[in-house]
């Protein structure tokens, strides 16, 4: 099976302009979560999107947004960039919410946002 | 909130050795914990996952332990090969009920020939 597609695999930004990343899950998951990790840092958790709706957020700014579309693939948008939004963008999917609640996230390999 | 610890100092060892890592976490017990490898420039790839009524999971030469009393799981990879060099992490729920997983920062696994 195909597994969680990124798109693109590498993103130059300048500050103050936007960044658009697209993710396609596995087939048959519903569930779509965004990280950021930043170089030597942890992955630090943005966005839970399952079945279209935004079902928990992390501690970042409104300019951090996304949606998921009806065939379950997500896009991150983040405005008005800053330099220190420079990092790896991952994104993951995994069964919905109330299949397996407890089952694994299958990530992609991430876009590397450079914002200079 | 869950705060995750790993080591963050890189643990080098010698083929064909026992690597083991360690996962502490604060505050509430987890239902489940999972490990995750991770290498460079690459997302992570899951690998196992413990719950909490497990003491222990094995899969090929990786075993998994979760104490809930001592809030703490060790990461053991026996016969080490130098393709086990990566970063692994542990990751747990944030809340009882939800998907959202917390990741710890991971430890860097040097192993050498």
């Known amino acids: 099976e195909a597994g969680v597609t990124q798109s693109p695999t590498h993103l130059i930004k300048t500050r103050g302009q936007q960044a658009t990343l697209r993710c396609s899950p596995i087939?048959?998951?519903?569930?779509v979560y965004w990280y950021q990790q930043a170089l030597g840092l942890g992955l630090q958790f943005l966005l839970w999107?399952?079945?279209?709706?935004?079902?928990n957020r992390g501690n970042f700014p409104p300019r951090f947004s996304g949606r998921q579309f009806p065939n379950y693939s997500s896009e991150l948008n983040v405005n008005a960039l800053e330099l220190e939004d420079s990092a790896l963008y991952l994104c993951?999917?995994?069964?919905?919410?109330?299949?397996?609640?407890?089952?694994?996230?299958?990530f992609g390999n991430g876009t590397r946002l450079t914002v200079t | 909130s869950q705060k995750i610890e790993q080591n963050s100092e890189a643990l080098n060892i010698q083929e064909g050795k026992t690597a083991t890592l360690t996962c502490n976490y604060t505050n509430y017990s987890p239902a489940y914990l999972q490990w995750y490898r991770q290498d460079p420039g690459r997302g992570p790839v899951f690998l196992l996952l413990?719950?909490?009524?497990?003491k222990e999971k094995r899969k090929e030469r990786l075993k998994v332990t979760f104490d809930t009393t001592l809030k703490q799981s060790l990461f053991h990879i026996t016969a080490s090969q130098p393709a086990d060099s990566a970063t692994y992490l542990c990751a747990l729920p944030m809340n009882t009920g939800f998907q959202k997983l917390v990741f710890g920062t991971g430890t860097r696994l040097l192993v050498s020939p």
């Open positions: 999107y399952d079945e279209g709706e935004e079902r």
């Open positions: 087939s048959g998951h519903t569930s």
């Open positions: 413990i719950r909490e009524n497990e």
């Open positions: 993951a999917s995994s069964w919905g919410t109330f299949d397996s609640y407890n089952s694994p996230l299958h």
